[in-house]
């Protein structure tokens, strides 16, 4: 959506930009949501999943034409819900505003291309921003210490929440969306990538073995076929990383096991039978791993679901990486 909102303001057009900035009760949107529209009435994005987006749209048109920006609140009764695609009953406030830096929105772009973590800050009286990185704020907006202090917390904890304004302006955090690299292109693979696409994790597979990374076992997966330790030079964890190990093959399981336990990864999984989580151990701690080190690997990988096709194990690591990422997103 960001991406579609720059290349517009490159090409010339007007641009409103609305963000859900509290809910209560049913949303079919979370706080931080964002619906964009042009000059030309083409849009993108969304703050409801369709029952007010007509009437934001409207707002945003007379914004664009010159309006000043606009605090929107919307609320559903119960016996109301169900015509506008709620479950039940609910209320969400819609902040829509001019974008009126393109500088500072393609900055904003290239942060989350890179997988940098940044807040946009929002002024909700003049529609100013700034962005705050770890070390720099940017933008036409006045921001206040507390309000600068909190936007860094939640930079540092790596939270993708948004946070209640404050001082009149709304901090939105981007963090890096969290990722899979899968080593070993194997069956359970096959069925590992495509779920974790749906839980909506990047994912790569990543094998040297080319006769198993190939395009048509994995379509629409990104494929490397690098041996594990020059991949990860290549593309270093970050914290919103997980990594599965496959193969059972130590020469290409273990370096990416390796390259994990030296970061910061929030998920390491390695597959094998217990016997053969023994041995990695004592190969880890051989080569200088401490047990608490060894103690972030959750092996044998995933939830005890007790399935044993591919399908079902796939099933039980995903479901391991969603519980160990959102408690993470939760302390």
Same mark, same amino acid.
């Given at each position: &959506?960001?991406?579609?909102?720059? *290349?517009?303001?490159? =090409? ?6 609305? /963000?859900?900035?509290?809910?209560w009760g049913s949303s079919p949107r979370p706080v931080g949501s964002q619906f964009a529209i042009n000059d030309q009435g083409a849009f993108v994005g969304s703050v409801s999943g369709g029952c007010v987006e007509g009437a934001v749209a409207d707002c945003a048109k007379r914004i664009i034409a010159g309006a000043? !920006?606009?605090? &929107? ?24 505003? &001019? ?5 500072l929105l393609s900055e904003l772009c290239d942060h989350i291309s890179n997988r940098e973590s940044v807040c946009l800050l929002t002024n909700l009286e003049s529609g100013y921003v700034a962005l705050v990185t770890d070390d720099q704020v940017t933008g036409a907006l006045d921001v206040s210490s507390q309000t600068? +202090? ?15 304004? @404050? ?29 974790? =696409?749906?839980? $909506? ?6 094998? !040297?073995?080319?006769?198993?990374? /190939?395009? $048509?076992?994995? !379509?629409?997966?990104?494929?490397? /076929? ?42 390491? +999984? ?5 016997? @053969?989580? $023994? ?11 401490? $047990? *608490? ?12 679901? +007790? ?25």
């Open positions: &959506m960001l991406e579609q909102t720059r *290349q517009w303001l490159e =090409q010339g057009h007007d641009v409103a930009l609305a /963000t859900v900035i509290s809910t000043d !920006p606009s605090m &929107m609140h919307f609320s559903v009764s119960d016996d109301q819900a169900l015509d506008v695609g709620l479950t039940c009953g609910g209320s969400l406030q819609v902040f829509v505003a &001019m974008v009126t830096d393109a500088s600068l +202090g909190a936007a860094r917390s939640m930079l540092e904890a790596g939270h993708s929440a948004v946070l209640s304004p @404050t001082d009149d302006v709304f901090v939105h955090a981007f963090v890096p969306a969290p990722r899979l690299i899968i080593v070993g292109a194997a069956h359970i693979a096959q069925a590992l990538a495509p779920m974790a =696409q749906m839980a $909506e994790f990047d994912v790569c597979v990543v094998d !040297p073995r080319t006769a198993f990374a /190939t395009p $048509e076992r994995f !379509p629409s997966i990104s494929i490397s /076929t690098l041996w594990p330790g020059a991949y990860f030079e290549q593309t270093p964890f970050d914290s919103s990383t997980a990594l599965v190990a496959l193969v059972h093959d130590a020469k290409i399981d273990d370096p990416a096991i390796e390259a994990a336990l030296r970061s910061n990864a929030f998920y390491v +999984g390695a597959l094998g039978s217990r016997k @053969t989580h $023994e041995k990695r151990t004592a190969r880890l701690l051989d080569k200088g791993f401490s $047990e *608490q080190d060894v103690a972030r690997i959750h092996g044998p990988v995933g939830l005890n679901l +007790g399935g044993r096709k591919s399908s079902e194990i796939a099933v039980s690591i995903v479901a391991q990486i969603v519980e160990v990422w959102n408690a993470r997103a939760t302390t």
